[in-house]
């Protein structure tokens, strides 16, 4: 089988495996089993094609296209480039961890909950290969479908407001896209990504980047955010601030910034003041935020903004450092919300009053959550430090006050994400936090391990993503070029 | 012209006796509190249809009309009408009192708009009417017509009716049943 | 060399992964042992690349690269290393000092349950440094920078129970942070302009770049060396940062990260020779710190935040140099400093150790009668920071002062103000010495003395601090100015001293006779206050006492400006504009639509008449519309 | 000698195949022994839509051009047979749904007299269904009125079926009042239509108006107000939608079903073929016309749903909201918005269907009709009825689990493609509100534990087995599906309907 | 043609449209009612008539043939209806019917 139809299996696959799962009465194991195993697969065909992948040549690579309207011209088509393939990376990587965390914690209704986790996937993963609107629009809103039961069903008491919120929030946005992609789709006679010319229309611009926005969110559209990371189960957080914000970002650059060239530099003012705005409400906010999810929930508010200053700052630095601080702040991400679903099963809270002093006695705790907040918090030499130098970098080249106030939300960073790991790992022991709370038992070190694995070879080798994301490591020409 | 023939007096006479039967039959129908008697109205308001039909020389249809109207229709209703016993209700009684006003307006809106409409209209082609020969309208003309031009709605017209029938069957078929407590 | 230089700085992170992966199941000597090997393997490195560098002195900057670290488009970082005179000189003092201090450590943790991490984050730091003094461009130095922070930052609060071990832990690292972005700040100019980090490129660059932003690079850079080397008004974090075990505090806070600055400055001369104005800032810094701390100094009760203050003071010392740009008189003051200022605080340690890690030098009164060995390693100590001829400290100090006296007007006023410094210096170190050392052994001494089977302290924690006494005692021998200066010249092709600070044989002279006079002087009043029959009472001046027990109020002030406002900030917006507004305006609309449904509703009165009027209706109005608009 | 038109049998095969079978299932009420009624009965009237489907399957290859027939009075072409072939699908899968599900839960003292008139039931239904087939068909406004007041009779009468529930007695009575009210100015918008014209021919209207100059001529204005008025109410569309969540919820469920899909197909199709034959010159005013019916549509039926607990009663304002985007198709008047229509109504009807059944299914077990709130834990007790009523809703609100999505976007583009925008707003507006209550339904499927259940179910948590209905909700749920992917060969089909009509 | 023109029969009708209309909006017995919508229909039937007197083709009279019809299918579903609810001992008013709203 060719790298192309990979990209179809990709999606297929677990979507496939979703329905067996959901159709076969299989024993709670076997369903489980199953699924890990179909999320592994995914990550070994990713694998394949990461190795298979040509980074040096232009266009699409791994493409397919089967058409699906044809008197509308809007057809299958998918395929990837650089920055897509790691997006996808990091969708079946953080997937899997999740899908293996609800194994381990051994969720409830077994074959409903795998079912939707396979199926977040496939969605996910086509929203990051799509190259028609509406397949992406399609893969945006499936991507919903799963969340909303997912976290409606295993979530916490508040699920049913959070989830609702969740939904419409999200939905008010991406339906107005959906507005946009007609009208697009239709002026210019064509919805494939690559075909479709670009448009000097302010109006269709503001209507995708309005879905992007709620999605990654920025501020002020992230009403959504707090409740539905707080109240969806661990492992759906981590996904869902790991790898489904990331959909809102990709979004701004596969379509917004490239089909609107324009309305883009007429807007990016505006849009860079609302990504820094994010990165310091986000980092304030989670500076006093009561909770481990809140802290974590907002700093990925920040990080959205830090990524959209680096997107919208439109020069080289500022695009290779947005794709590898997606990956990065994916991985980090889903690592702490996977920890603080790990710390939540031991003490019942992730209330700062209640913890503390947990590295006591807790090795492997303590050393993955110290490990992982410092990569957070962009230490240097971290690879989310590397992304956020080439952001600020980059936004330095558009005007010097974006580098400064990202750099004062570096200092920030340091301030809630250190607040965080004392008040989880130091200090007197907290009243929920019991002896016999044990270390992080060996199932939930398989699937964190990993991800700080993967986060440290990044800091060692940035370079691997932020200069292989682009044809030929010139983002601004690729973008111009609308990535042909 | 100015002719008037005796005959034009004639059928003037007997429109203006028709019309004005037909009007004020049509009001009491509804206005009656009494169905029964507005029952009667309706007999007496299809008569005077009749006649008038008859004027617009098409006999067929005013027989039929006498006939199937006056005759079965209106003789289900009295019975209906019987076995349910009647129950007096005063027309203008019950609702909101703006639906009273609010049907005024509908139904007054409805009339003035048909009235403006065919007013308008009659400043053009309506006020002359072609002569049509005496066949206009007889029965055997028309069922000439219900065999060749308008085949299917004939056929149509009875499965309707048998439709009805059925209908009529089942829900008023009398069984006897032990009512049960709401549902919906 | 490169070689070396590479087996210099991979070979403690091997340490460090290894004790990691170990684990639990490591046993803590070996743990230590690891630390230890790793660091002595780093230090052995350093040797080689340094003779190396020695045998072949035809050119004296070596870069080698192993992979492209970070990329985008035009702009490369590549995971190099500099082998240079500057880096090797560095390489030697950091492995050599740590390899000694960690061997210290072995015995100073021992016992302590998690000393694996200890082991473990100590070589991490001995690499985050050799990071730093290796890194091959402005990246990577500001990478190693980073880490020593962190590392700092993780030894600081490495007893975490304690809460104050724990914010100062904070603490520390956020001012680092801070550091940190300005110094990214600096550099992101640098790339505008070059899209470039290589030192030769960058500093190119920097001649041609306007005044005032090559100014605001090198603010930048000073801004980083500042925070890190804990200079007014960045120095708040270092007296606390003492929550660390003392080790950490000798190696850290004493010998190597903090100098971290002066390297910094010394590094990147040519951007601050083409920013005097700056460097004078530098300076001038310098020179306030070392007189502020050395006050502070005089008051302080805790052992160890004594010597904080001093080594705050000193370091002040190393930036009026670099500030004036006698580099190498800097960088010889860092060898030396690291030597004595190890050693002073090592000493401190065996005595913490012994006594029940007490710390307050009320409670160590005349611990010297038990601890004799410890009482003449630190004498020694003593002296050479304070600089009595003959001791390092006189050989490395006064080339310093020489060196401004040089200068313009300004130059006189900062070699006023080190005078003044040594007089300090001699006055609070002694007033150290005369409480704890001399006299009969105070009761709470008595009490909790123990001895280590009968000697001071267990061998792996003597034989460092031997070792370093000898330093401190003749490590200064190397270079006399203006005799014989080898540093200087092993130094110059890297960091030239600018002709305006080469000294004279009369401004050495004339430093050289008033220095140590002074520093004698400040010994002599020490002795006649604290002494064993106390001839001077403490003169009793309320406001300065307060001014100086609260540490000229900095703390207050940062709480006061940043810290409060910042939690204020952040609470109004979480209670005023997130909770009231983001968060309710949607479900607000939800209400007002639920509300819309309703009403809707109350249309549908089940009245079947109503459902006809509105059939009839509808129809009226459809039928006027077309009637109108037809 | 009267020269009799020449009859095309063929062209109205599906109306005689229904009829018959309508016949056949009638006498058997009265041939065939009670206890063998309803197996006989409902399998005559399987075979009778199953044969429907074939011969209009057949009819939709066989006349690729249109003609009319019968005295030109019926319209022989693919538009007519798409239909036709929906409806009997309809007709199908309500049967299954009916032979379990009539009568209603609750609505017989001794289960003994249940099968009493299960067979002119279901000779109803084939009637209904034939009348329909036939309305989309006709070709003059005699025949369309006829034809109307025949499948409406059938309804009315179905509605009523279960008449010991003073609701199924309601519902029969609103209907056929306002029924009739609505038939009623259909019948005078098209007397004035035939007095201005003096045609009562679709075609012949047009090539009248054209001959004439009629265009904008007032009889014929307000004859087309009055026809719409008639029209929309058939379509079940606001202003004139008032009776529809009554006589939904009041109906035997799978009437309301039946109903619910079937009905809109024929007015739809009906009303699409009506207004561009027969009105293309006032093509300006039905447009806008229907365009603020649409818009009012989407407002209240999905206002109004918004805060519904009864489900039953929910999905009919659904339903209505459902009316308002299947009418954009139809307002823009383009061989694209019709085609768009077309399509949405298969998937629309699928999904609609479906629900209904599938509350059929809920309401047997629990006895009672179905609220939010005893609808608790019905997702995890019948778990296929569940995932099915979960993309049923959610094909409804749009979301890419169903046709729905698709036909949306169809809408939308015709609408756009005609130069309004501002509908395609107003269409994402209405829909995201719909999501409240769309989303509420699997909430209370899912997310609730059937503890908080108010009532027990009556048959004892195990509920019967229902092999029909799923089989109907199965076939549902593969359309509701199906048409995601299988967009292409669908338009297709749609598209050469269209094509029989004259835009 | 004698007498009145056709404009005038069709003001008839609509008065008939009307009334019935009026009835039906206002009466609450459903025999009334189901009264008035006859009264509806024959207004439709006279104005059918009255055009097919216009037009002079037989379209309209075949049309109010079947309008007929259907006026008795109705009226005999609607008293079906008016049976089987005074069966249920339930009161003959539309208004009572309002179980169902909201």
């Known amino acids: 089988m060719n790298a192309s139809d990979l990209t179809t299996v990709l999606i297929c696959l677990p979507l496939g495996a979703a329905l067996l799962i959901w159709l076969l009465p299989l024993s709670r194991f076997a369903t489980g089993s199953l699924a890990v195993l179909v999320s592994l697969v995914e990550v070994a065909l990713w694998i394949e094609q990461a190795v298979r992948f040509d980074y040096g040549a232009r266009g699409l690579q791994n493409a397919q296209q089967t058409a699906w309207i044809k008197d509308l011209h809007v057809s299958y088509h998918v395929g990837e480039y650089g920055f897509s393939l790691f997006l996808v990376g990091l969708t079946v990587v953080a997937m899997a961890a999740a899908v293996g965390y609800g194994f381990w914690v051994g969720r409830d209704r077994p074959r409903a909950y795998f079912g939707l986790m396979l199926f977040l996937t496939g969605a996910t993963v086509g929203v990051f290969v799509a190259q028609d609107l509406l397949l992406f629009y399609a893969f945006f809103e499936a991507m919903l479908i799963p969340l909303y039961v997912l976290i409606g069903v295993w979530g916490g008491p508040g699920r049913i407001g959070a989830t609702l919120k969740l939904l419409l929030y999200t939905m008010s946005g991406s339906l107005v896209m959906l507005a946009a992609i007609v009208v697009f789709g239709l002026k210019y006679g064509t919805f494939d990504l690559i075909a479709s010319p670009t448009s000097p229309s302010r109006w269709l611009f503001l209507g995708f980047m309005l879905a992007f926005l709620i999605k990654a969110p920025l501020f002020p559209f992230h009403g959504w955010l707090p409740d539905s990371y707080r109240e969806a189960p661990a492992e759906v957080t981590a996904v869902l601030s790991g790898v489904i914000a990331k959909a809102g970002t990709y979004g701004m650059l596969r379509i917004a910034i490239t089909k609107f060239p324009e309305p883009t530099s007429f807007y990016r003012t505006a849009i860079m003041a609302l990504g820094a705005a994010s990165l310091v409400y986000g980092s304030m906010l989670a500076f006093r935020q009561p909770g481990f999810r809140g802290v974590v929930a907002y700093s990925s508010m920040a990080a959205s903004g830090l990524i959209a200053l680096g997107l919208f700052s439109g020069t080289n630095l500022g695009y290779d450092g947005a794709v590898l601080q997606m990956v990065a702040h994916g991985l980090v991400s889903a690592a702490l919300f996977l920890l603080a679903g790990a710390v939540e099963r031991r003490t019942t809270t992730g209330e700062f009053a209640y913890l503390g002093g947990m590295a006591r006695g807790r090795p492997a705790l303590a050393t993955l959550l110290m490990v992982t907040g410092v990569i957070a918090l962009a230490v240097p030499g971290s690879a989310s430090f590397a992304g956020e130098f080439l952001i600020l970098a980059g936004s330095y080249q558009r005007a010097w006050w974006w580098a400064v106030i990202g750099a004062s939300g570096v200092v920030l960073a340091a301030m809630y994400m250190l607040r965080l790991i004392s008040a989880v790992l130091h200090e007197a022991r907290g009243s929920l936090v019991r002896d016999e709370a044990m270390d992080l038992r060996p199932g939930e070190l398989s699937l964190i391990v990993p991800l700080v694995g993967v986060l440290l070879a990044l800091s060692f080798w940035p370079a691997g993503i932020s200069s292989h994301s682009f044809a030929g490591d010139n983002p601004t020409k690729a973008v111009r070029e609308q990535f042909r | 012209m100015l002719a008037i023939t005796a005959g034009g007096v004639v059928v003037w006479i007997v429109w203006v006796a028709a019309g004005f039967a037909c009007l004020a039959s049509g009001v009491a129908v509804v206005s009656f509190t009494n169905p029964f008697f507005s029952a009667l109205a309706l007999i007496g308001n299809l008569a005077s249809l009749a006649v008038l039909y008859l004027l617009l020389s098409a006999e067929f249809v005013a027989a039929a009309q006498v006939l199937v109207y006056a005759g079965a229709v209106m003789v289900m209703f009295l019975f209906v009408i019987a076995y349910v016993g009647p129950r007096r209700e005063p027309p203008w009684a019950g609702g909101p009192s703006w639906q009273t006003l609010g049907a005024v307006l509908a139904a007054g809106a409805i009339f003035v708009e048909i009235v403006v409409v065919i007013g308008l209209k009659a400043g053009g082609r309506l006020e002359k009417s072609p002569d049509v020969g005496s066949v206009f309208g007889s029965p055997g003309w028309i069922g000439r017509l219900f065999l060749t031009d308008h085949l299917l709605a004939f056929e149509i017209t009875s499965i309707v009716l048998l439709v009805a029938a059925v209908g009529g069957v089942i829900l008023g078929s009398h069984t006897r049943r032990a009512v049960r407590g709401e549902m919906g | 060399m490169i070689a070396g230089a590479w087996l210099c700085l991979w070979a403690p992170l091997a340490g460090t992964v290894l004790i990691l992966l170990g684990g639990t199941r490591m046993p803590r000597k070996v743990a230590a042992w690891v630390a230890t090997t790793s660091v002595f393997v780093a230090f052995a490195g350093a040797l080689w690349s340094f003779f190396a560098l020695h045998a072949n002195a035809d050119h004296h900057s070596h870069y080698s690269a192993l992979w492209t670290w970070l990329a985008a488009g035009k702009f490369t970082v590549p995971f190099e290393i500099v082998v240079d005179p500057l880096s090797t000189f560095m390489m030697l003092i950091v492995s050599g000092v740590g390899g000694l201090i960690v061997l210290y450590s072995i015995g100073y943790m021992d016992g302590d349950d998690e000393e694996r991490r200890y082991f473990a984050y100590i070589a991490f730091f001995v690499f985050s440094m050799l990071l730093l003094v290796e890194g091959g461009n402005m990246l990577l130095l500001l990478v190693g920078w980073g880490l020593v922070g962190l590392s700092s930052y993780l030894l600081i609060g490495f007893w975490h129970e304690r809460p104050s071990a724990v914010a100062a832990a904070k603490k520390a690292f956020i001012m680092n942070a801070f550091g940190d972005a300005t110094f990214a700040l600096a550099l992101f100019v640098l790339i505008a302009h070059s899209n470039s980090l290589e030192f030769a490129t960058s500093f190119a660059t920097a001649s041609h770049l306007s005044q005032s932003t090559v100014d605001l690079v090198a603010l930048g850079l000073l801004g980083g060396a500042a925070a890190k080397s804990a200079q007014v008004p960045l120095h708040t974090w270092l007296p606390d940062a003492m929550e660390g075990p003392t080790p950490v505090s000798a190696l850290i806070h004493a010998a190597t990260m903090v100098t971290a600055g002066v390297y910094l400055i010394a590094r990147t001369h040519p951007i601050f020779e083409d920013a005097p104005t700056i460097a004078l800032v530098a300076a001038g810094l310098g020179a306030i710190t070392l007189l502020m701390a050395g006050m502070i100094a005089l008051v302080q009760t805790d052992i160890k935040r004594v010597i904080a203050y001093s080594t705050m003071s000193q370091i002040g010392y190393m930036f009026m140099a670099a500030g004036v740009g006698a580099f190498s008189n800097g960088m010889f003051h860092l060898m030396t400093h690291a030597f004595f200022k190890a050693l002073l605080f090592m000493a401190a340690g065996l005595v913490i150790h012994a006594v029940a890690d007490e710390q307050d030098i009320r409670k160590l009164r005349g611990v010297g009668a038990l601890m004799p060995f410890t009482k003449w390693a630190f004498l020694i100590g003593a002296a050479a920071l304070v600089g009595i001829p003959a001791f390092s400290g006189f050989f490395s100090k006064d080339p310093i002062l020489a060196a401004d006296l040089h200068d313009h007007w300004y130059g006189v006023v900062f070699w006023a103000c080190g005078l003044v410094g040594t007089f300090l210096t001699g006055l609070y170190t002694f007033r150290l010495y005369f409480i704890v050392f001399p006299g009969e052994p105070s009761p709470f001494v008595r009490e909790h003395y123990h001895s280590h089977h009968g000697r001071e302290g267990s061998w792996t924690m003597l034989v460092p601090v031997g070792v370093l006494t000898v330093l401190a005692a003749v490590a200064g021998w190397i270079q006399f100015q203006p005799f014989w200066e080898p540093i200087t010249h092993w130094l110059s092709p890297v960091i030239p001293t600018e002709p305006a600070a080469e000294a004279t044989n009369w401004d050495d002279a004339i430093t050289s006779v008033i220095a140590p006079i002074l520093g004698i002087a400040g010994i002599v009043v020490a002795w006649l206050i604290y002494g064993a029959r106390q001839r001077l009472a403490v003169p009793r001046i309320a406001w300065l006492q307060r001014l100086l027990e609260h540490k000229f109020y900095f703390d207050e002030a940062y709480d006061l400006v940043f810290y409060k406002p910042a939690v204020a900030t952040a609470t109004l917006w979480r209670r005023d504009f997130e909770e009231p507004v983001v968060l309710t305006t949607g479900s607000d609309l939800g209400e007002g639509t639920l509300e819309l449904g309703n009403a809707t509703r109350r249309m549908q009165n089940g009245l079947l008449r109503t459902y006809v009027f509105f059939l009839g209706a509808g129809m009226a109005v459809l039928a006027v519309v077309f009637l109108a608009v037809r | 000698m009267i020269p009799t038109p020449h009859v095309d049998w063929f062209a109205i095969s599906t109306i005689l195949v229904l009829l018959g079978a309508s016949f056949v299932a009638l006498l058997s009420a009265v041939l065939v022994p009670r206890s063998w009624r309803r197996p006989f009965a409902s399998s005559v009237a399987a075979l009778g839509f199953a044969g429907g489907i074939v011969t209009s399957i057949w009819l939709y290859v066989d006349s690729p051009d249109g003609q009319r027939v019968i005295a030109s009075s019926f319209y022989r072409d693919r538009w007519t047979a798409l239909a036709q072939i929906a409806l009997c699908a309809v007709g199908l899968v309500a049967t299954l749904v009916s032979v379990e599900h009539i009568p209603g839960p609750g609505s017989l003292s001794d289960p003994a007299r249940r099968d009493d008139h299960i067979a002119e039931f279901f000779a109803l239904l084939l009637a209904a269904t034939s009348g329909m087939a036939f309305l989309v068909g006709a070709a003059n406004l005699m025949t369309l009125f006829l034809s109307l007041e025949w499948f409406s009779i059938s309804l009315y009468i179905m509605c009523a079926i279960d008449y010991d529930l003073e609701g199924s007695l309601e519902a029969g009575l609103k209907y056929l009042i306002i029924g009739s009210f609505g038939s009623a100015s259909l019948l005078f918008g098209s007397a004035l239509v035939y007095g201005a014209t003096n045609r009562i021919d679709y075609a012949g209207i047009a090539q009248q108006v054209d001959k004439l100059g009629l265009s904008h001529d007032v009889l014929l204005v307000l004859g087309l107000a009055m026809i719409i008025a008639g029209l929309g109410f058939k379509a079940s569309a606001a202003p004139f939608h008032m009776w529809t969540p009554d006589v939904y919820e009041g109906a035997p469920t799978p009437v309301t079903a039946f109903m619910a899909s079937a009905t809109k197909i024929a007015a739809l199709f009906l009303a699409v073929r009506v207004l561009n034959t027969a009105f293309p010159q006032e093509r300006y005013l039905w447009t806008w016309a229907f365009a603020g019916i649409a818009v009012a549509s989407l407002a209240i039926g999905n206002l109004a749903a918004l805060t519904q607990r009864n489900v039953k009663r929910m999905l009919a304002y659904s339903s209505v909201a459902q009316a308002g985007f299947l009418l954009i198709g139809l307002s823009t008047g383009t061989p694209l918005g019709a085609r768009g229509m077309a399509f949405y109504l298969l998937a629309y009807s699928a999904a609609a269907f479906g629900s209904f059944a599938v509350l059929a299914a809920r309401e047997r077990e629990l006895g009672e009709p179905v609220t939010l709130d005893n609808l608790a834990g019905f997702g995890w007790e019948r778990p296929f009825l569940g995932l099915a009523m979960w993309l049923f809703v959610f094909s409804f609100a749009g979301l890419p689990v169903g046709g729905g999505f698709v036909g949306k976007f169809y809408v939308f583009s015709a609408a756009y493609e005609h130069g309004w925008t501002w509908l395609v707003i107003v269409g994402v507006a209405a829909t995201l509100v719909s999501l409240y209550y769309y989303l509420a339904i699997v909430r209370a499927m899912y997310m609730r534990q059937s503890q908080e259940l108010r009532v027990a179910p009556v048959s004892g948590g195990s509920p019967p087995p229902e092999r029909l209905l799923n089989a109907a909700v199965g076939a549902a749920l593969v359309v509701s599906v199906g048409t995601l992917f299988a967009v292409e060969p669908l338009i297709t089909l749609a598209r050469h309907a269209a094509a029989a009509l004259p835009f | ?102």
């Open chain 5, 1 to 102: 043609m004698l007498g009145p023109g056709v404009a005038w029969y069709l003001g008839i009708a609509a008065f008939l449209f009307a009334t019935g209309a009026f009835g039906v909006l206002i009466r609450r017995n459903p025999l009334i009612v189901l009264l008035s919508l006859e009264i509806m229909l024959n207004g439709a039937n006279l104005a059918l008539i009255a055009f097919s007197r216009h037009a002079a083709n037989g379209a309209g009279q075949i049309f109010a043939l079947g309008v007929m019809a259907v006026a008795a299918a109705e009226v005999c579903v609607g008293l079906g209806l008016v049976v089987a609810i005074n069966r249920r001992r339930l009161a003959l008013d539309v208004d009572e019917f309002s179980e169902l709203r909201g």
